[in-house]
């Protein structure tokens, strides 16, 4: 256990319980406990293979590199279609955990295994990625615009471009691309 994510079990939550249960089971697969994205985050020699977190309707175990398990039990959930490589595993009881501590365990077990072999998922190319036409159109009439994007990493580019291709209106994607047109210029990322 490490005392600086005992905060995270000792507050109040609608899942205390069910976190306190998720934390047995990590701690007794050999992983360490971190405190990452302020959750409970479980490495094996420092790769992150598993997270505990909650939201409203459930709590969940997130692997980092779920897409590369079996998922035999066929339980692993991807969050959004945005998601690319993390699987969760969700609960809503303390009894779904007992009755599937084993099939964690297996899940877990696996996971470390990938983390042992060094196997990397296979992520989609910037090209894959949708680019709204607000933005197509801005790159066009920017050439400067454009090569200080294609000059950012593969992550700030999907990062952009799922965040200028969410919004539904039109007007809000163009507000978005505007406001990040010093950020990229800059080469700095959506949240840098």
Same mark, same amino acid.
């Given at each position: 256990m490490n005392?600086? !994510?005992?905060?995270f079990f000792n507050k109040t939550s609608k899942w205390?319980? /069910?976190y306190n249960k998720l934390r047995s089971i990590l701690l007794n697969c050999g992983l360490t406990e971190e405190l990452k994205w302020g959750c409970p985050c479980y490495t094996f020699q420092k790769n992150n293979v598993v997270l505990?977190?909650?939201?409203?309707?459930?709590c969940a175990l997130l692997f980092h590199k779920g897409v590369l398990l079996k998922d035999t039990e066929n339980i692993l959930i991807q969050?959004?279609?945005d998601v690319? !490589?993390?699987?969760?595993?969700?609960?809503?009881?303390?009894?779904?955990? /007992?009755?599937?501590?084993h099939t964690i365990r297996a899940y877990v077990y696996e996971a470390i295994e990938v983390e042992k072999a060094g196997i990397q998922p296979q992520l989609k190319e910037v090209a894959q990625f949708e680019m709204a036409d607000e933005f197509k159109s801005i790159l066009d009439e920017q050439p400067e615009l454009k090569k200080a994007f294609e000059e950012l990493t593969p992550g700030r580019q999907r990062a952009y471009l799922l965040h200028f291709s969410q919004p539904?209106?039109?007007k809000t994607r163009t507000s978005r691309v505007e406001k990040a047109i010093p950020k990229i210029?800059?080469?700095k990322g959506l949240n840098d």
């Open positions: 005392p600086k !994510v005992d905060f205390n319980q /069910e505990i977190h909650g939201f409203k309707e459930y969050q959004t279609k690319q !490589v993390a699987r969760q595993i969700r609960f809503t009881s303390i009894s779904e955990i /007992e009755n599937l501590q539904k209106q039109s210029m800059d080469g």
